[in-house]
């Protein structure tokens, strides 16, 4: 909890903001107090099953909290962590933030910014790489995918010149068919 508050949160003011309409109708950023335990949420499931019956919670709690809106009265983000091994991980922390937070690729910049690598904290955080196969062998692989894209792009392109040429569209509720409409 300390981590989130010390950091999290620093990391951008609209982690501890709601969205208000002002005076002339705008809408604006408020801070706001962070309650996080109303944004920390730790689900309860039985203990001691498999890694393949935690699979199947996982799977629902994902599914429930996907379904379920963040109140618009708090700062609009929650994270979930799932203290249960499953098939794929130990444990799972899913954070779950409202686009209008920022894009993607920002919001990812900003939680990857929070991270440290275990064994040297002082080091930049790196992920595992796949090794590159010897360079013979590398070329006879990619034979049959560049054998796929370029068979794939040149289907696409027929059937393009085809349909604009050739084919008409079907009719649907949208393409009627009149030429008034």
């Known amino acids: 909890m ?5 950091l999290f949160l620093s990391i951008n003011p609209r982690f501890s903001s709601i969205m208000v309409v002002d005076e002339s109708g ?13 944004h920390v949420v730790v689900p309860i499931f039985p203990l001691g099953l498999s890694p393949e019956s935690y699979d199947k919670y996982f799977d629902d709690y994902i599914a429930k909290i996907v379904a379920d809106q963040i109140p618009n009265n708090q700062p609009l983000w929650e994270i979930h962590i799932f203290k249960y091994p499953t098939s794929n991980a130990a444990g799972v922390v899913i954070f779950k933030l409202q686009h209008s937070l920022g894009d993607g690729i920002s919001l990812m910049r900003a ?5 440290q690598r275990a064994d040297n904290p002082s080091l930049p955080l790196t992920f595992p790489s796949v090794q590159s196969p010897s360079k013979s062998n590398h070329i006879l692989k990619s034979v049959p995918k560049i054998l796929s894209v370029v068979s794939n792009t040149v289907s696409d392109f027929l059937w393009s010149i085809t349909k604009s ?13 009149d030429p008034g409409s």
């Open 111 to 115: 939680l990857l910014s929070c991270l």
């Open 26 to 38: 705008e809408k604006q950023w408020k801070r706001v107090e962070v309650k996080l335990k109303d």
């Open 2 to 6: 300390s981590l989130i508050e010390d």
């Open 165 to 177: 040429t050739l084919v008409e569209d079907d009719q649907t509720p949208i393409r009627s068919g």
